[in-house]
T-cell receptor, first 117, second 115 residues
Framework: GAVVSQHPSRVICKSGTSVKIECRSL??????MFWYRQFPKQSLMLMAT?????????EQGVEKDKFLINHASLTLSTLTVTSAHPEDSSFYIC?????????????FGPGTRLTVT | GNSVTQMEGPVTLSEEAFLTINCTYT??????LFWYVQYPGEGLQLLLK?????DKGSNKGFEATYRKETTSFHLEKGSVQVSDSAVYFC??????????????FGKGTKLSVIP
């Protein structure tokens, strides 16, 4: 149990376009979902935390107008990278938690590799 | 702020060798500690955890002991298998300010086990 999927697994887009990444909890209700970004040979950096039906809470330095997060249901969260640029190329990972923000029991998706050309 | 430092890889071992991956941390308050494993093409999976000092987390032959005095949580396995080849992340869960808690990860250590 506690499986999280992400779609797409890989995406290539042109500079200036927007791309949407979906994160789904397949067999549990994710009250809280988290979005991370991982650079090569670096640790996962938390971008934002969202509770179903509420606005996301962004970490310092993350542009909320560039990285739009929607958590409209207990099984789906989306991350939209708007007006993407090559520096947005990265590995994006989502996770879901049954609990509220303070819960550490997170279940991770397999990640989405974004390449902006 | 909170941080996790783990040994850099890659680590290459022969099958049945002993594994140690070092992990130390700094944290506000009293963190919970974790090891996650990421197999190729898959998401991070919780391998083991410890929530208080001197606790030993264990799973699939892997062990790690929460050492508060040395702020460490080293991962060990007595005899690795080819199927253990993966990237291992040490992490902590602690108060991060502004009323929130979050997971803080190390950079990951890639382990390759050769037959």
């Amino acid at each position: 149990g506690a499986v999280v999927s992400q779609h797409p697994s890989r995406v290539i887009c042109k500079s200036g376009t927007s791309v949407k990444i979906e994160c789904r909890s397949l067999d549990f209700q994710a009250t809280t979902m988290f979005w991370y970004r991982q650079f090569p040979k670096q640790s996962l950096m938390l971008m934002a935390t969202s509770n179903e039906g509420s606005k996301a809470t962004y970490e310092q330095g993350v542009e909320k107008d560039k990285f739009l997060i929607n958590h409209a249901s207990l099984t789906l969260s989306t991350l939209t990278v708007t007006s993407a640029h090559p520096e947005d190329s990265s590995f994006y990972i989502c996770s879901g938690s049954r609990g509220r923000i303070s819960s550490y029991e997170q279940y991770f998706g397999p990640g989405t590799r974004l390449t902006v050309t | 702020g909170n941080s996790v430092t783990q040994m850099e890889g890659p680590v290459t071992l022969s099958e049945e060798a002993f594994l140690t991956i070092n992990c130390t941390y700094t944290a506000t308050g009293y963190p919970s500690l974790f090891w996650y494993v990421q197999y190729p093409g898959e998401g991070l999976q919780l391998l083991l955890k410890a929530t208080k000092a001197d606790d030993k987390g264990s799973n699939k032959g892997f062990e790690a002991t929460y050492r508060k005095e040395t702020t460490s949580f080293h991962l060990e396995k007595g005899s690795v298998q080819v199927s253990d080849s993966a990237v291992y992340f040490c992490a902590l869960h602690a108060y991060s300010g502004a009323g929130s808690y979050q997971l803080t990860f190390g950079k990951g250590t890639k382990l390759s086990v050769i037959p």
